[in-house]
T-cell receptor, first 115, second 113 residues
Framework: DTEVTQTPKHLVMGMTNKKSLKCEQH?????MYWYKQKAKKPPELMFV???????INESVPSRFSPECPNSSLLNLHLHALQPEDSALYLC??????????????FGDGTRLSIL | QQQVKQSPQSLIVQKGGISIINCAYE??????FPWYQQFPGKGPALLIA?????SEKKEGRFTISFNKSAKQFSLHIMDSQPGDSATYFC????????????FGTGTRLTVIP
């Protein structure tokens, strides 16, 4: 079992709904990441948080809104999504940014379907 | 622009055979090269990783070979098993700064009994 826990595992929502994805880790990691993965493609970076501060936003549309309430939690708030946003959303964490030999550890993702 | 190129796209190997997946990169500033294994419905799991000052790293049946001058690295899976059937992603990392991971396009490995 992964040490990065994501909930829910599956989510179906309409284009006008508001929902949130949650990610939790208790490894003492201070960097957390959101990725989007389409079928048969590699993960694509969306956001990076370092010490609870947003350090990278990879030109993600504003209908995705990340939040890092504390060092163990990462949320992704969703609003007015489009069908093309249907994908697997992965959370990852690492000890920190700017450190050597510190891999990213991934959760099992939330499978999101937009109707 | 694909920062890390991976081949082949898919690979079928007999049980007990050797699976080989190749990756190449351009940015010489990359300083950490992890491989991830992903099963359907699961997130990528770290398999093995190497730094560019090492030419080979072995963990059990998995070996990374690294050629710094050619900017290439590869994953060898010895004695491949049906349980190894998964998608494998190579990646390259800039660990200074934001710790960005640049993934290859993935290789779907099927090991037939």
């Amino acid at each position: 079992d992964t040490e990065v826990t994501q909930t829910p595992k599956h989510l179906v929502m309409g284009m006008t709904n508001k929902k949130s994805l949650k990610c939790e880790q208790h490894m003492g990691h201070r960097a957390m990441y959101w990725y989007k993965q389409k079928a048969k493609k590699p993960p694509e970076l969306m956001f990076v948080y370092s010490y609870e501060k947003l350090s990278i936003n990879e030109s993600v549309p504003s209908r995705f809104s990340p939040e890092c309430p504390n060092s163990s939690l990462l949320n992704l708030h969703l609003h007015a999504l489009q069908p093309e946003d249907s994908a697997l959303y992965l959370c990852a964490s690492s000890l920190g940014t700017g450190l050597s030999n510190q891999p990213q550890h991934f959760g099992d993702g939330t499978r999101l379907s937009i109707l | 622009q694909q920062q890390v190129k991976q081949s082949p796209q898919s690979l079928i190997v007999q049980k007990g055979g050797i699976s080989i997946i190749n990756c190449a990169y351009e940015n010489t500033a990359f300083d950490y090269f992890p491989w991830y294994q992903q099963f359907p419905g699961k997130g990528p799991a770290l398999l093995i990783a190497i730094r560019p000052d090492v030419s080979e790293k072995k963990e059990g049946r998995f070996t990374i070979s690294f050629n710094k001058s050619a900017k290439q690295f590869s994953l060898h899976i010895m004695d491949s098993q049906p349980g190894d059937s998964a998608t494998y992603f190579c990646a390259a990392n800039l660990q200074t700064g934001a710790n960005n991971l640049f993934f290859g396009t993935g290789t779907r490995l099927t090991v037939i009994p």
